[in-house]
């Protein structure tokens, strides 16, 4: 299939929008109606997400792959733009969940603004960097499939004996795999970026204030994702010492 002229041809921010808001609303009052409404509504997000992760992921490659002359400085095409904006729309409607049903919860919306800024400035300020930033928005997402089945058997494991099996069997892999990605590879390119933009050669397409605040909230993105992470290992690692010392002292 030619996603390239497919995705071009849509009117794609305000068609994604519409469609992770059907998603989203689907969620809610189909898919799990059956849910806690406590529940409900963070499920509704990781559908949302799931329906956006993984799609954008190949389509930031197969946007990136179609253009030949892609680099850090080389002005976006329209493919390009349209899988930017399919991550506005999906950004926009995650942010209004946050909004909506956890207001105080600063550090996630913080998240979602950060990343709009990031992703709006290049699709409709500068018009250039796309390359740079859908590999960042691929890397961010390739482990979103993952996550999102971990964050929903999580929290179910309490009372589904088969999420509480999903969660323990995925947790390792998850966090090896996430560790990998924002801990190595993800730092690495930033590094590449910094390198290229620190130069001055883009200065004339990619003014200096944009790039700054592009790496200052990605350098800000992937700390906060190391400390999170950082953090499950750290609770994976009592859970596992735990178990044992229980199991020692049944025997």
């Known amino acids: 299939m030619d996603f390239t002229g497919l995705i071009s041809s849509l009117p794609t921010l305000p068609f994604f929008f519409t469609m992770f808001l059907a998603i989203y609303l689907s969620a809610h009052f ?10 409900r509504p ?10 956006h992760g993984t799609p954008a992921v190949f389509l930031a490659i197969q946007a990136i792959i179609a253009d030949t002359t892609h680099g850090f400085a080389s002005i976006n095409t329209r493919f390009q733009n349209s899988v930017l904006e399919y991550s506005i729309a999906y950004f926009l409607m995650d942010l209004c969940h946050y909004l909506t049903f956890y207001p105080t919860d600063i550090l996630f919306i913080a998240h979602h603004l950060a990343t709009l800024f990031v992703i709006l400035t ?16 691929a890397l961010a997402e390739v482990t979103s499939l993952f996550q999102n089945v971990w964050t929903l058997s999580s929290a179910r494991r309490a009372d589904s004996k088969i999420a509480a099996q999903v969660f323990a069997f995925l947790s390792p892999p998850f966090y090896a795999l996430y560790s990998v990605v924002r801990g190595l590879a993800g ?7 910094v390198i290229f933009y620190s130069s001055g050669a883009a ?3 990619v003014p200096r204030w944009v790039w700054v605040s592009w790496i200052s909230v990605v350098i800000m993105a ?11 290992w750290i609770e994976l690692y009592k ?9 020692k002292k049944i025997r």
């Open 222 to 232: 992937i700390s906060v994702s190391i400390l999170w992470i950082s953090n499950l």
């Open 122 to 137: 290049c699709r409709y300020l500068v018009f250039h960097g796309a390359y740079a930033v859908l590999i960042l928005l």
């Open 239 to 247: 859970e596992r010492i735990f178990k044992l010392e229980k199991e």
């Open 203 to 205: 200065d004339n397409v």
């Open 42 to 51: 963070e499920a509704a997000s990781c559908l949302i997400s799931l329906a």
């Open 187 to 193: 730092p690495l390119f930033v590094y590449r970026m």
């Open 30 to 39: 189909v898919i799990f109606r059956n849910w806690s409404p406590k529940l």
